[in-house]
């Protein structure tokens, strides 16, 4: 019987230790981070190119007759809003024009891959409504990769500037991750 009791115990407190050293293991951290992204879709060297869209079809609505258009991009990510500025990282992935009236609203989804400096090789992801022409747009950040593994919290967007479909947003996130 006090074989038993032993085994018990000492099962009882390999889960107990494997629980503190998890739940240290797991401790949150949380970070902010400013940069802004060129959205390029016109001239010779555009970082968003149309892969889908309606053909055929003519509407008065610019917004209606852009419903339903993929795009892919491969954005960069600076520091500052000139197109000049040091390069952090791309911003890849789709998005695709998701409204048919009365607002220019994209559902993006995209990872944003850090290429220097201290969050070298880590990546977050968002997935979510972006209603384009309104002041600052919310979106989720769902999951990241390196120091950002296990990512959740949200990244408000702002557009610097735009000419035409070309735009630089710029953008604040805050994360959680381990």
Do not use: W
Request: charged share 10%; hydrophobic share 45%.
């Amino acid at each position: 019987m006090a074989s038993v009791t032993k085994f018990l115990f000492l099962i009882s407190l390999v889960v107990f230790m494997n629980m503190i050293f998890t739940t240290q293991a797991l401790k949150s951290k949380l970070t902010h981070l400013e940069f802004y992204m060129h959205d390029i879709v016109g001239g010779p060297k555009p970082t968003a190119v149309r892969v889908a869209g309606r053909s055929n079809f003519t509407s008065p609505d610019p917004i209606a007759a852009m419903f339903g258009s993929v795009f892919v991009m491969d954005n960069p990510l600076t520091v500052t809003p000139h197109p000049n500025s040091t390069v952090l990282g791309r911003a890849q992935g789709i998005y695709a024009m998701s409204s048919q009236q009365n607002e220019f609203s994209l559902l993006m989804t995209l990872t944003y891959n850090f290429i220097t400096g201290p969050y070298n090789g880590s990546s977050f992801s968002v997935l979510g409504r972006n209603p384009v022409m309104s002041g600052i747009r919310e979106m989720p950040v769902v999951g990241g990769t390196g120091k950002f593994r296990l990512a959740r919290g949200y990244c408000l967007a702002k557009t610097f500037s735009m000419d035409q479909m070309d735009a630089v947003i710029g953008y604040n996130v805050t994360l959680i991750h381990y």
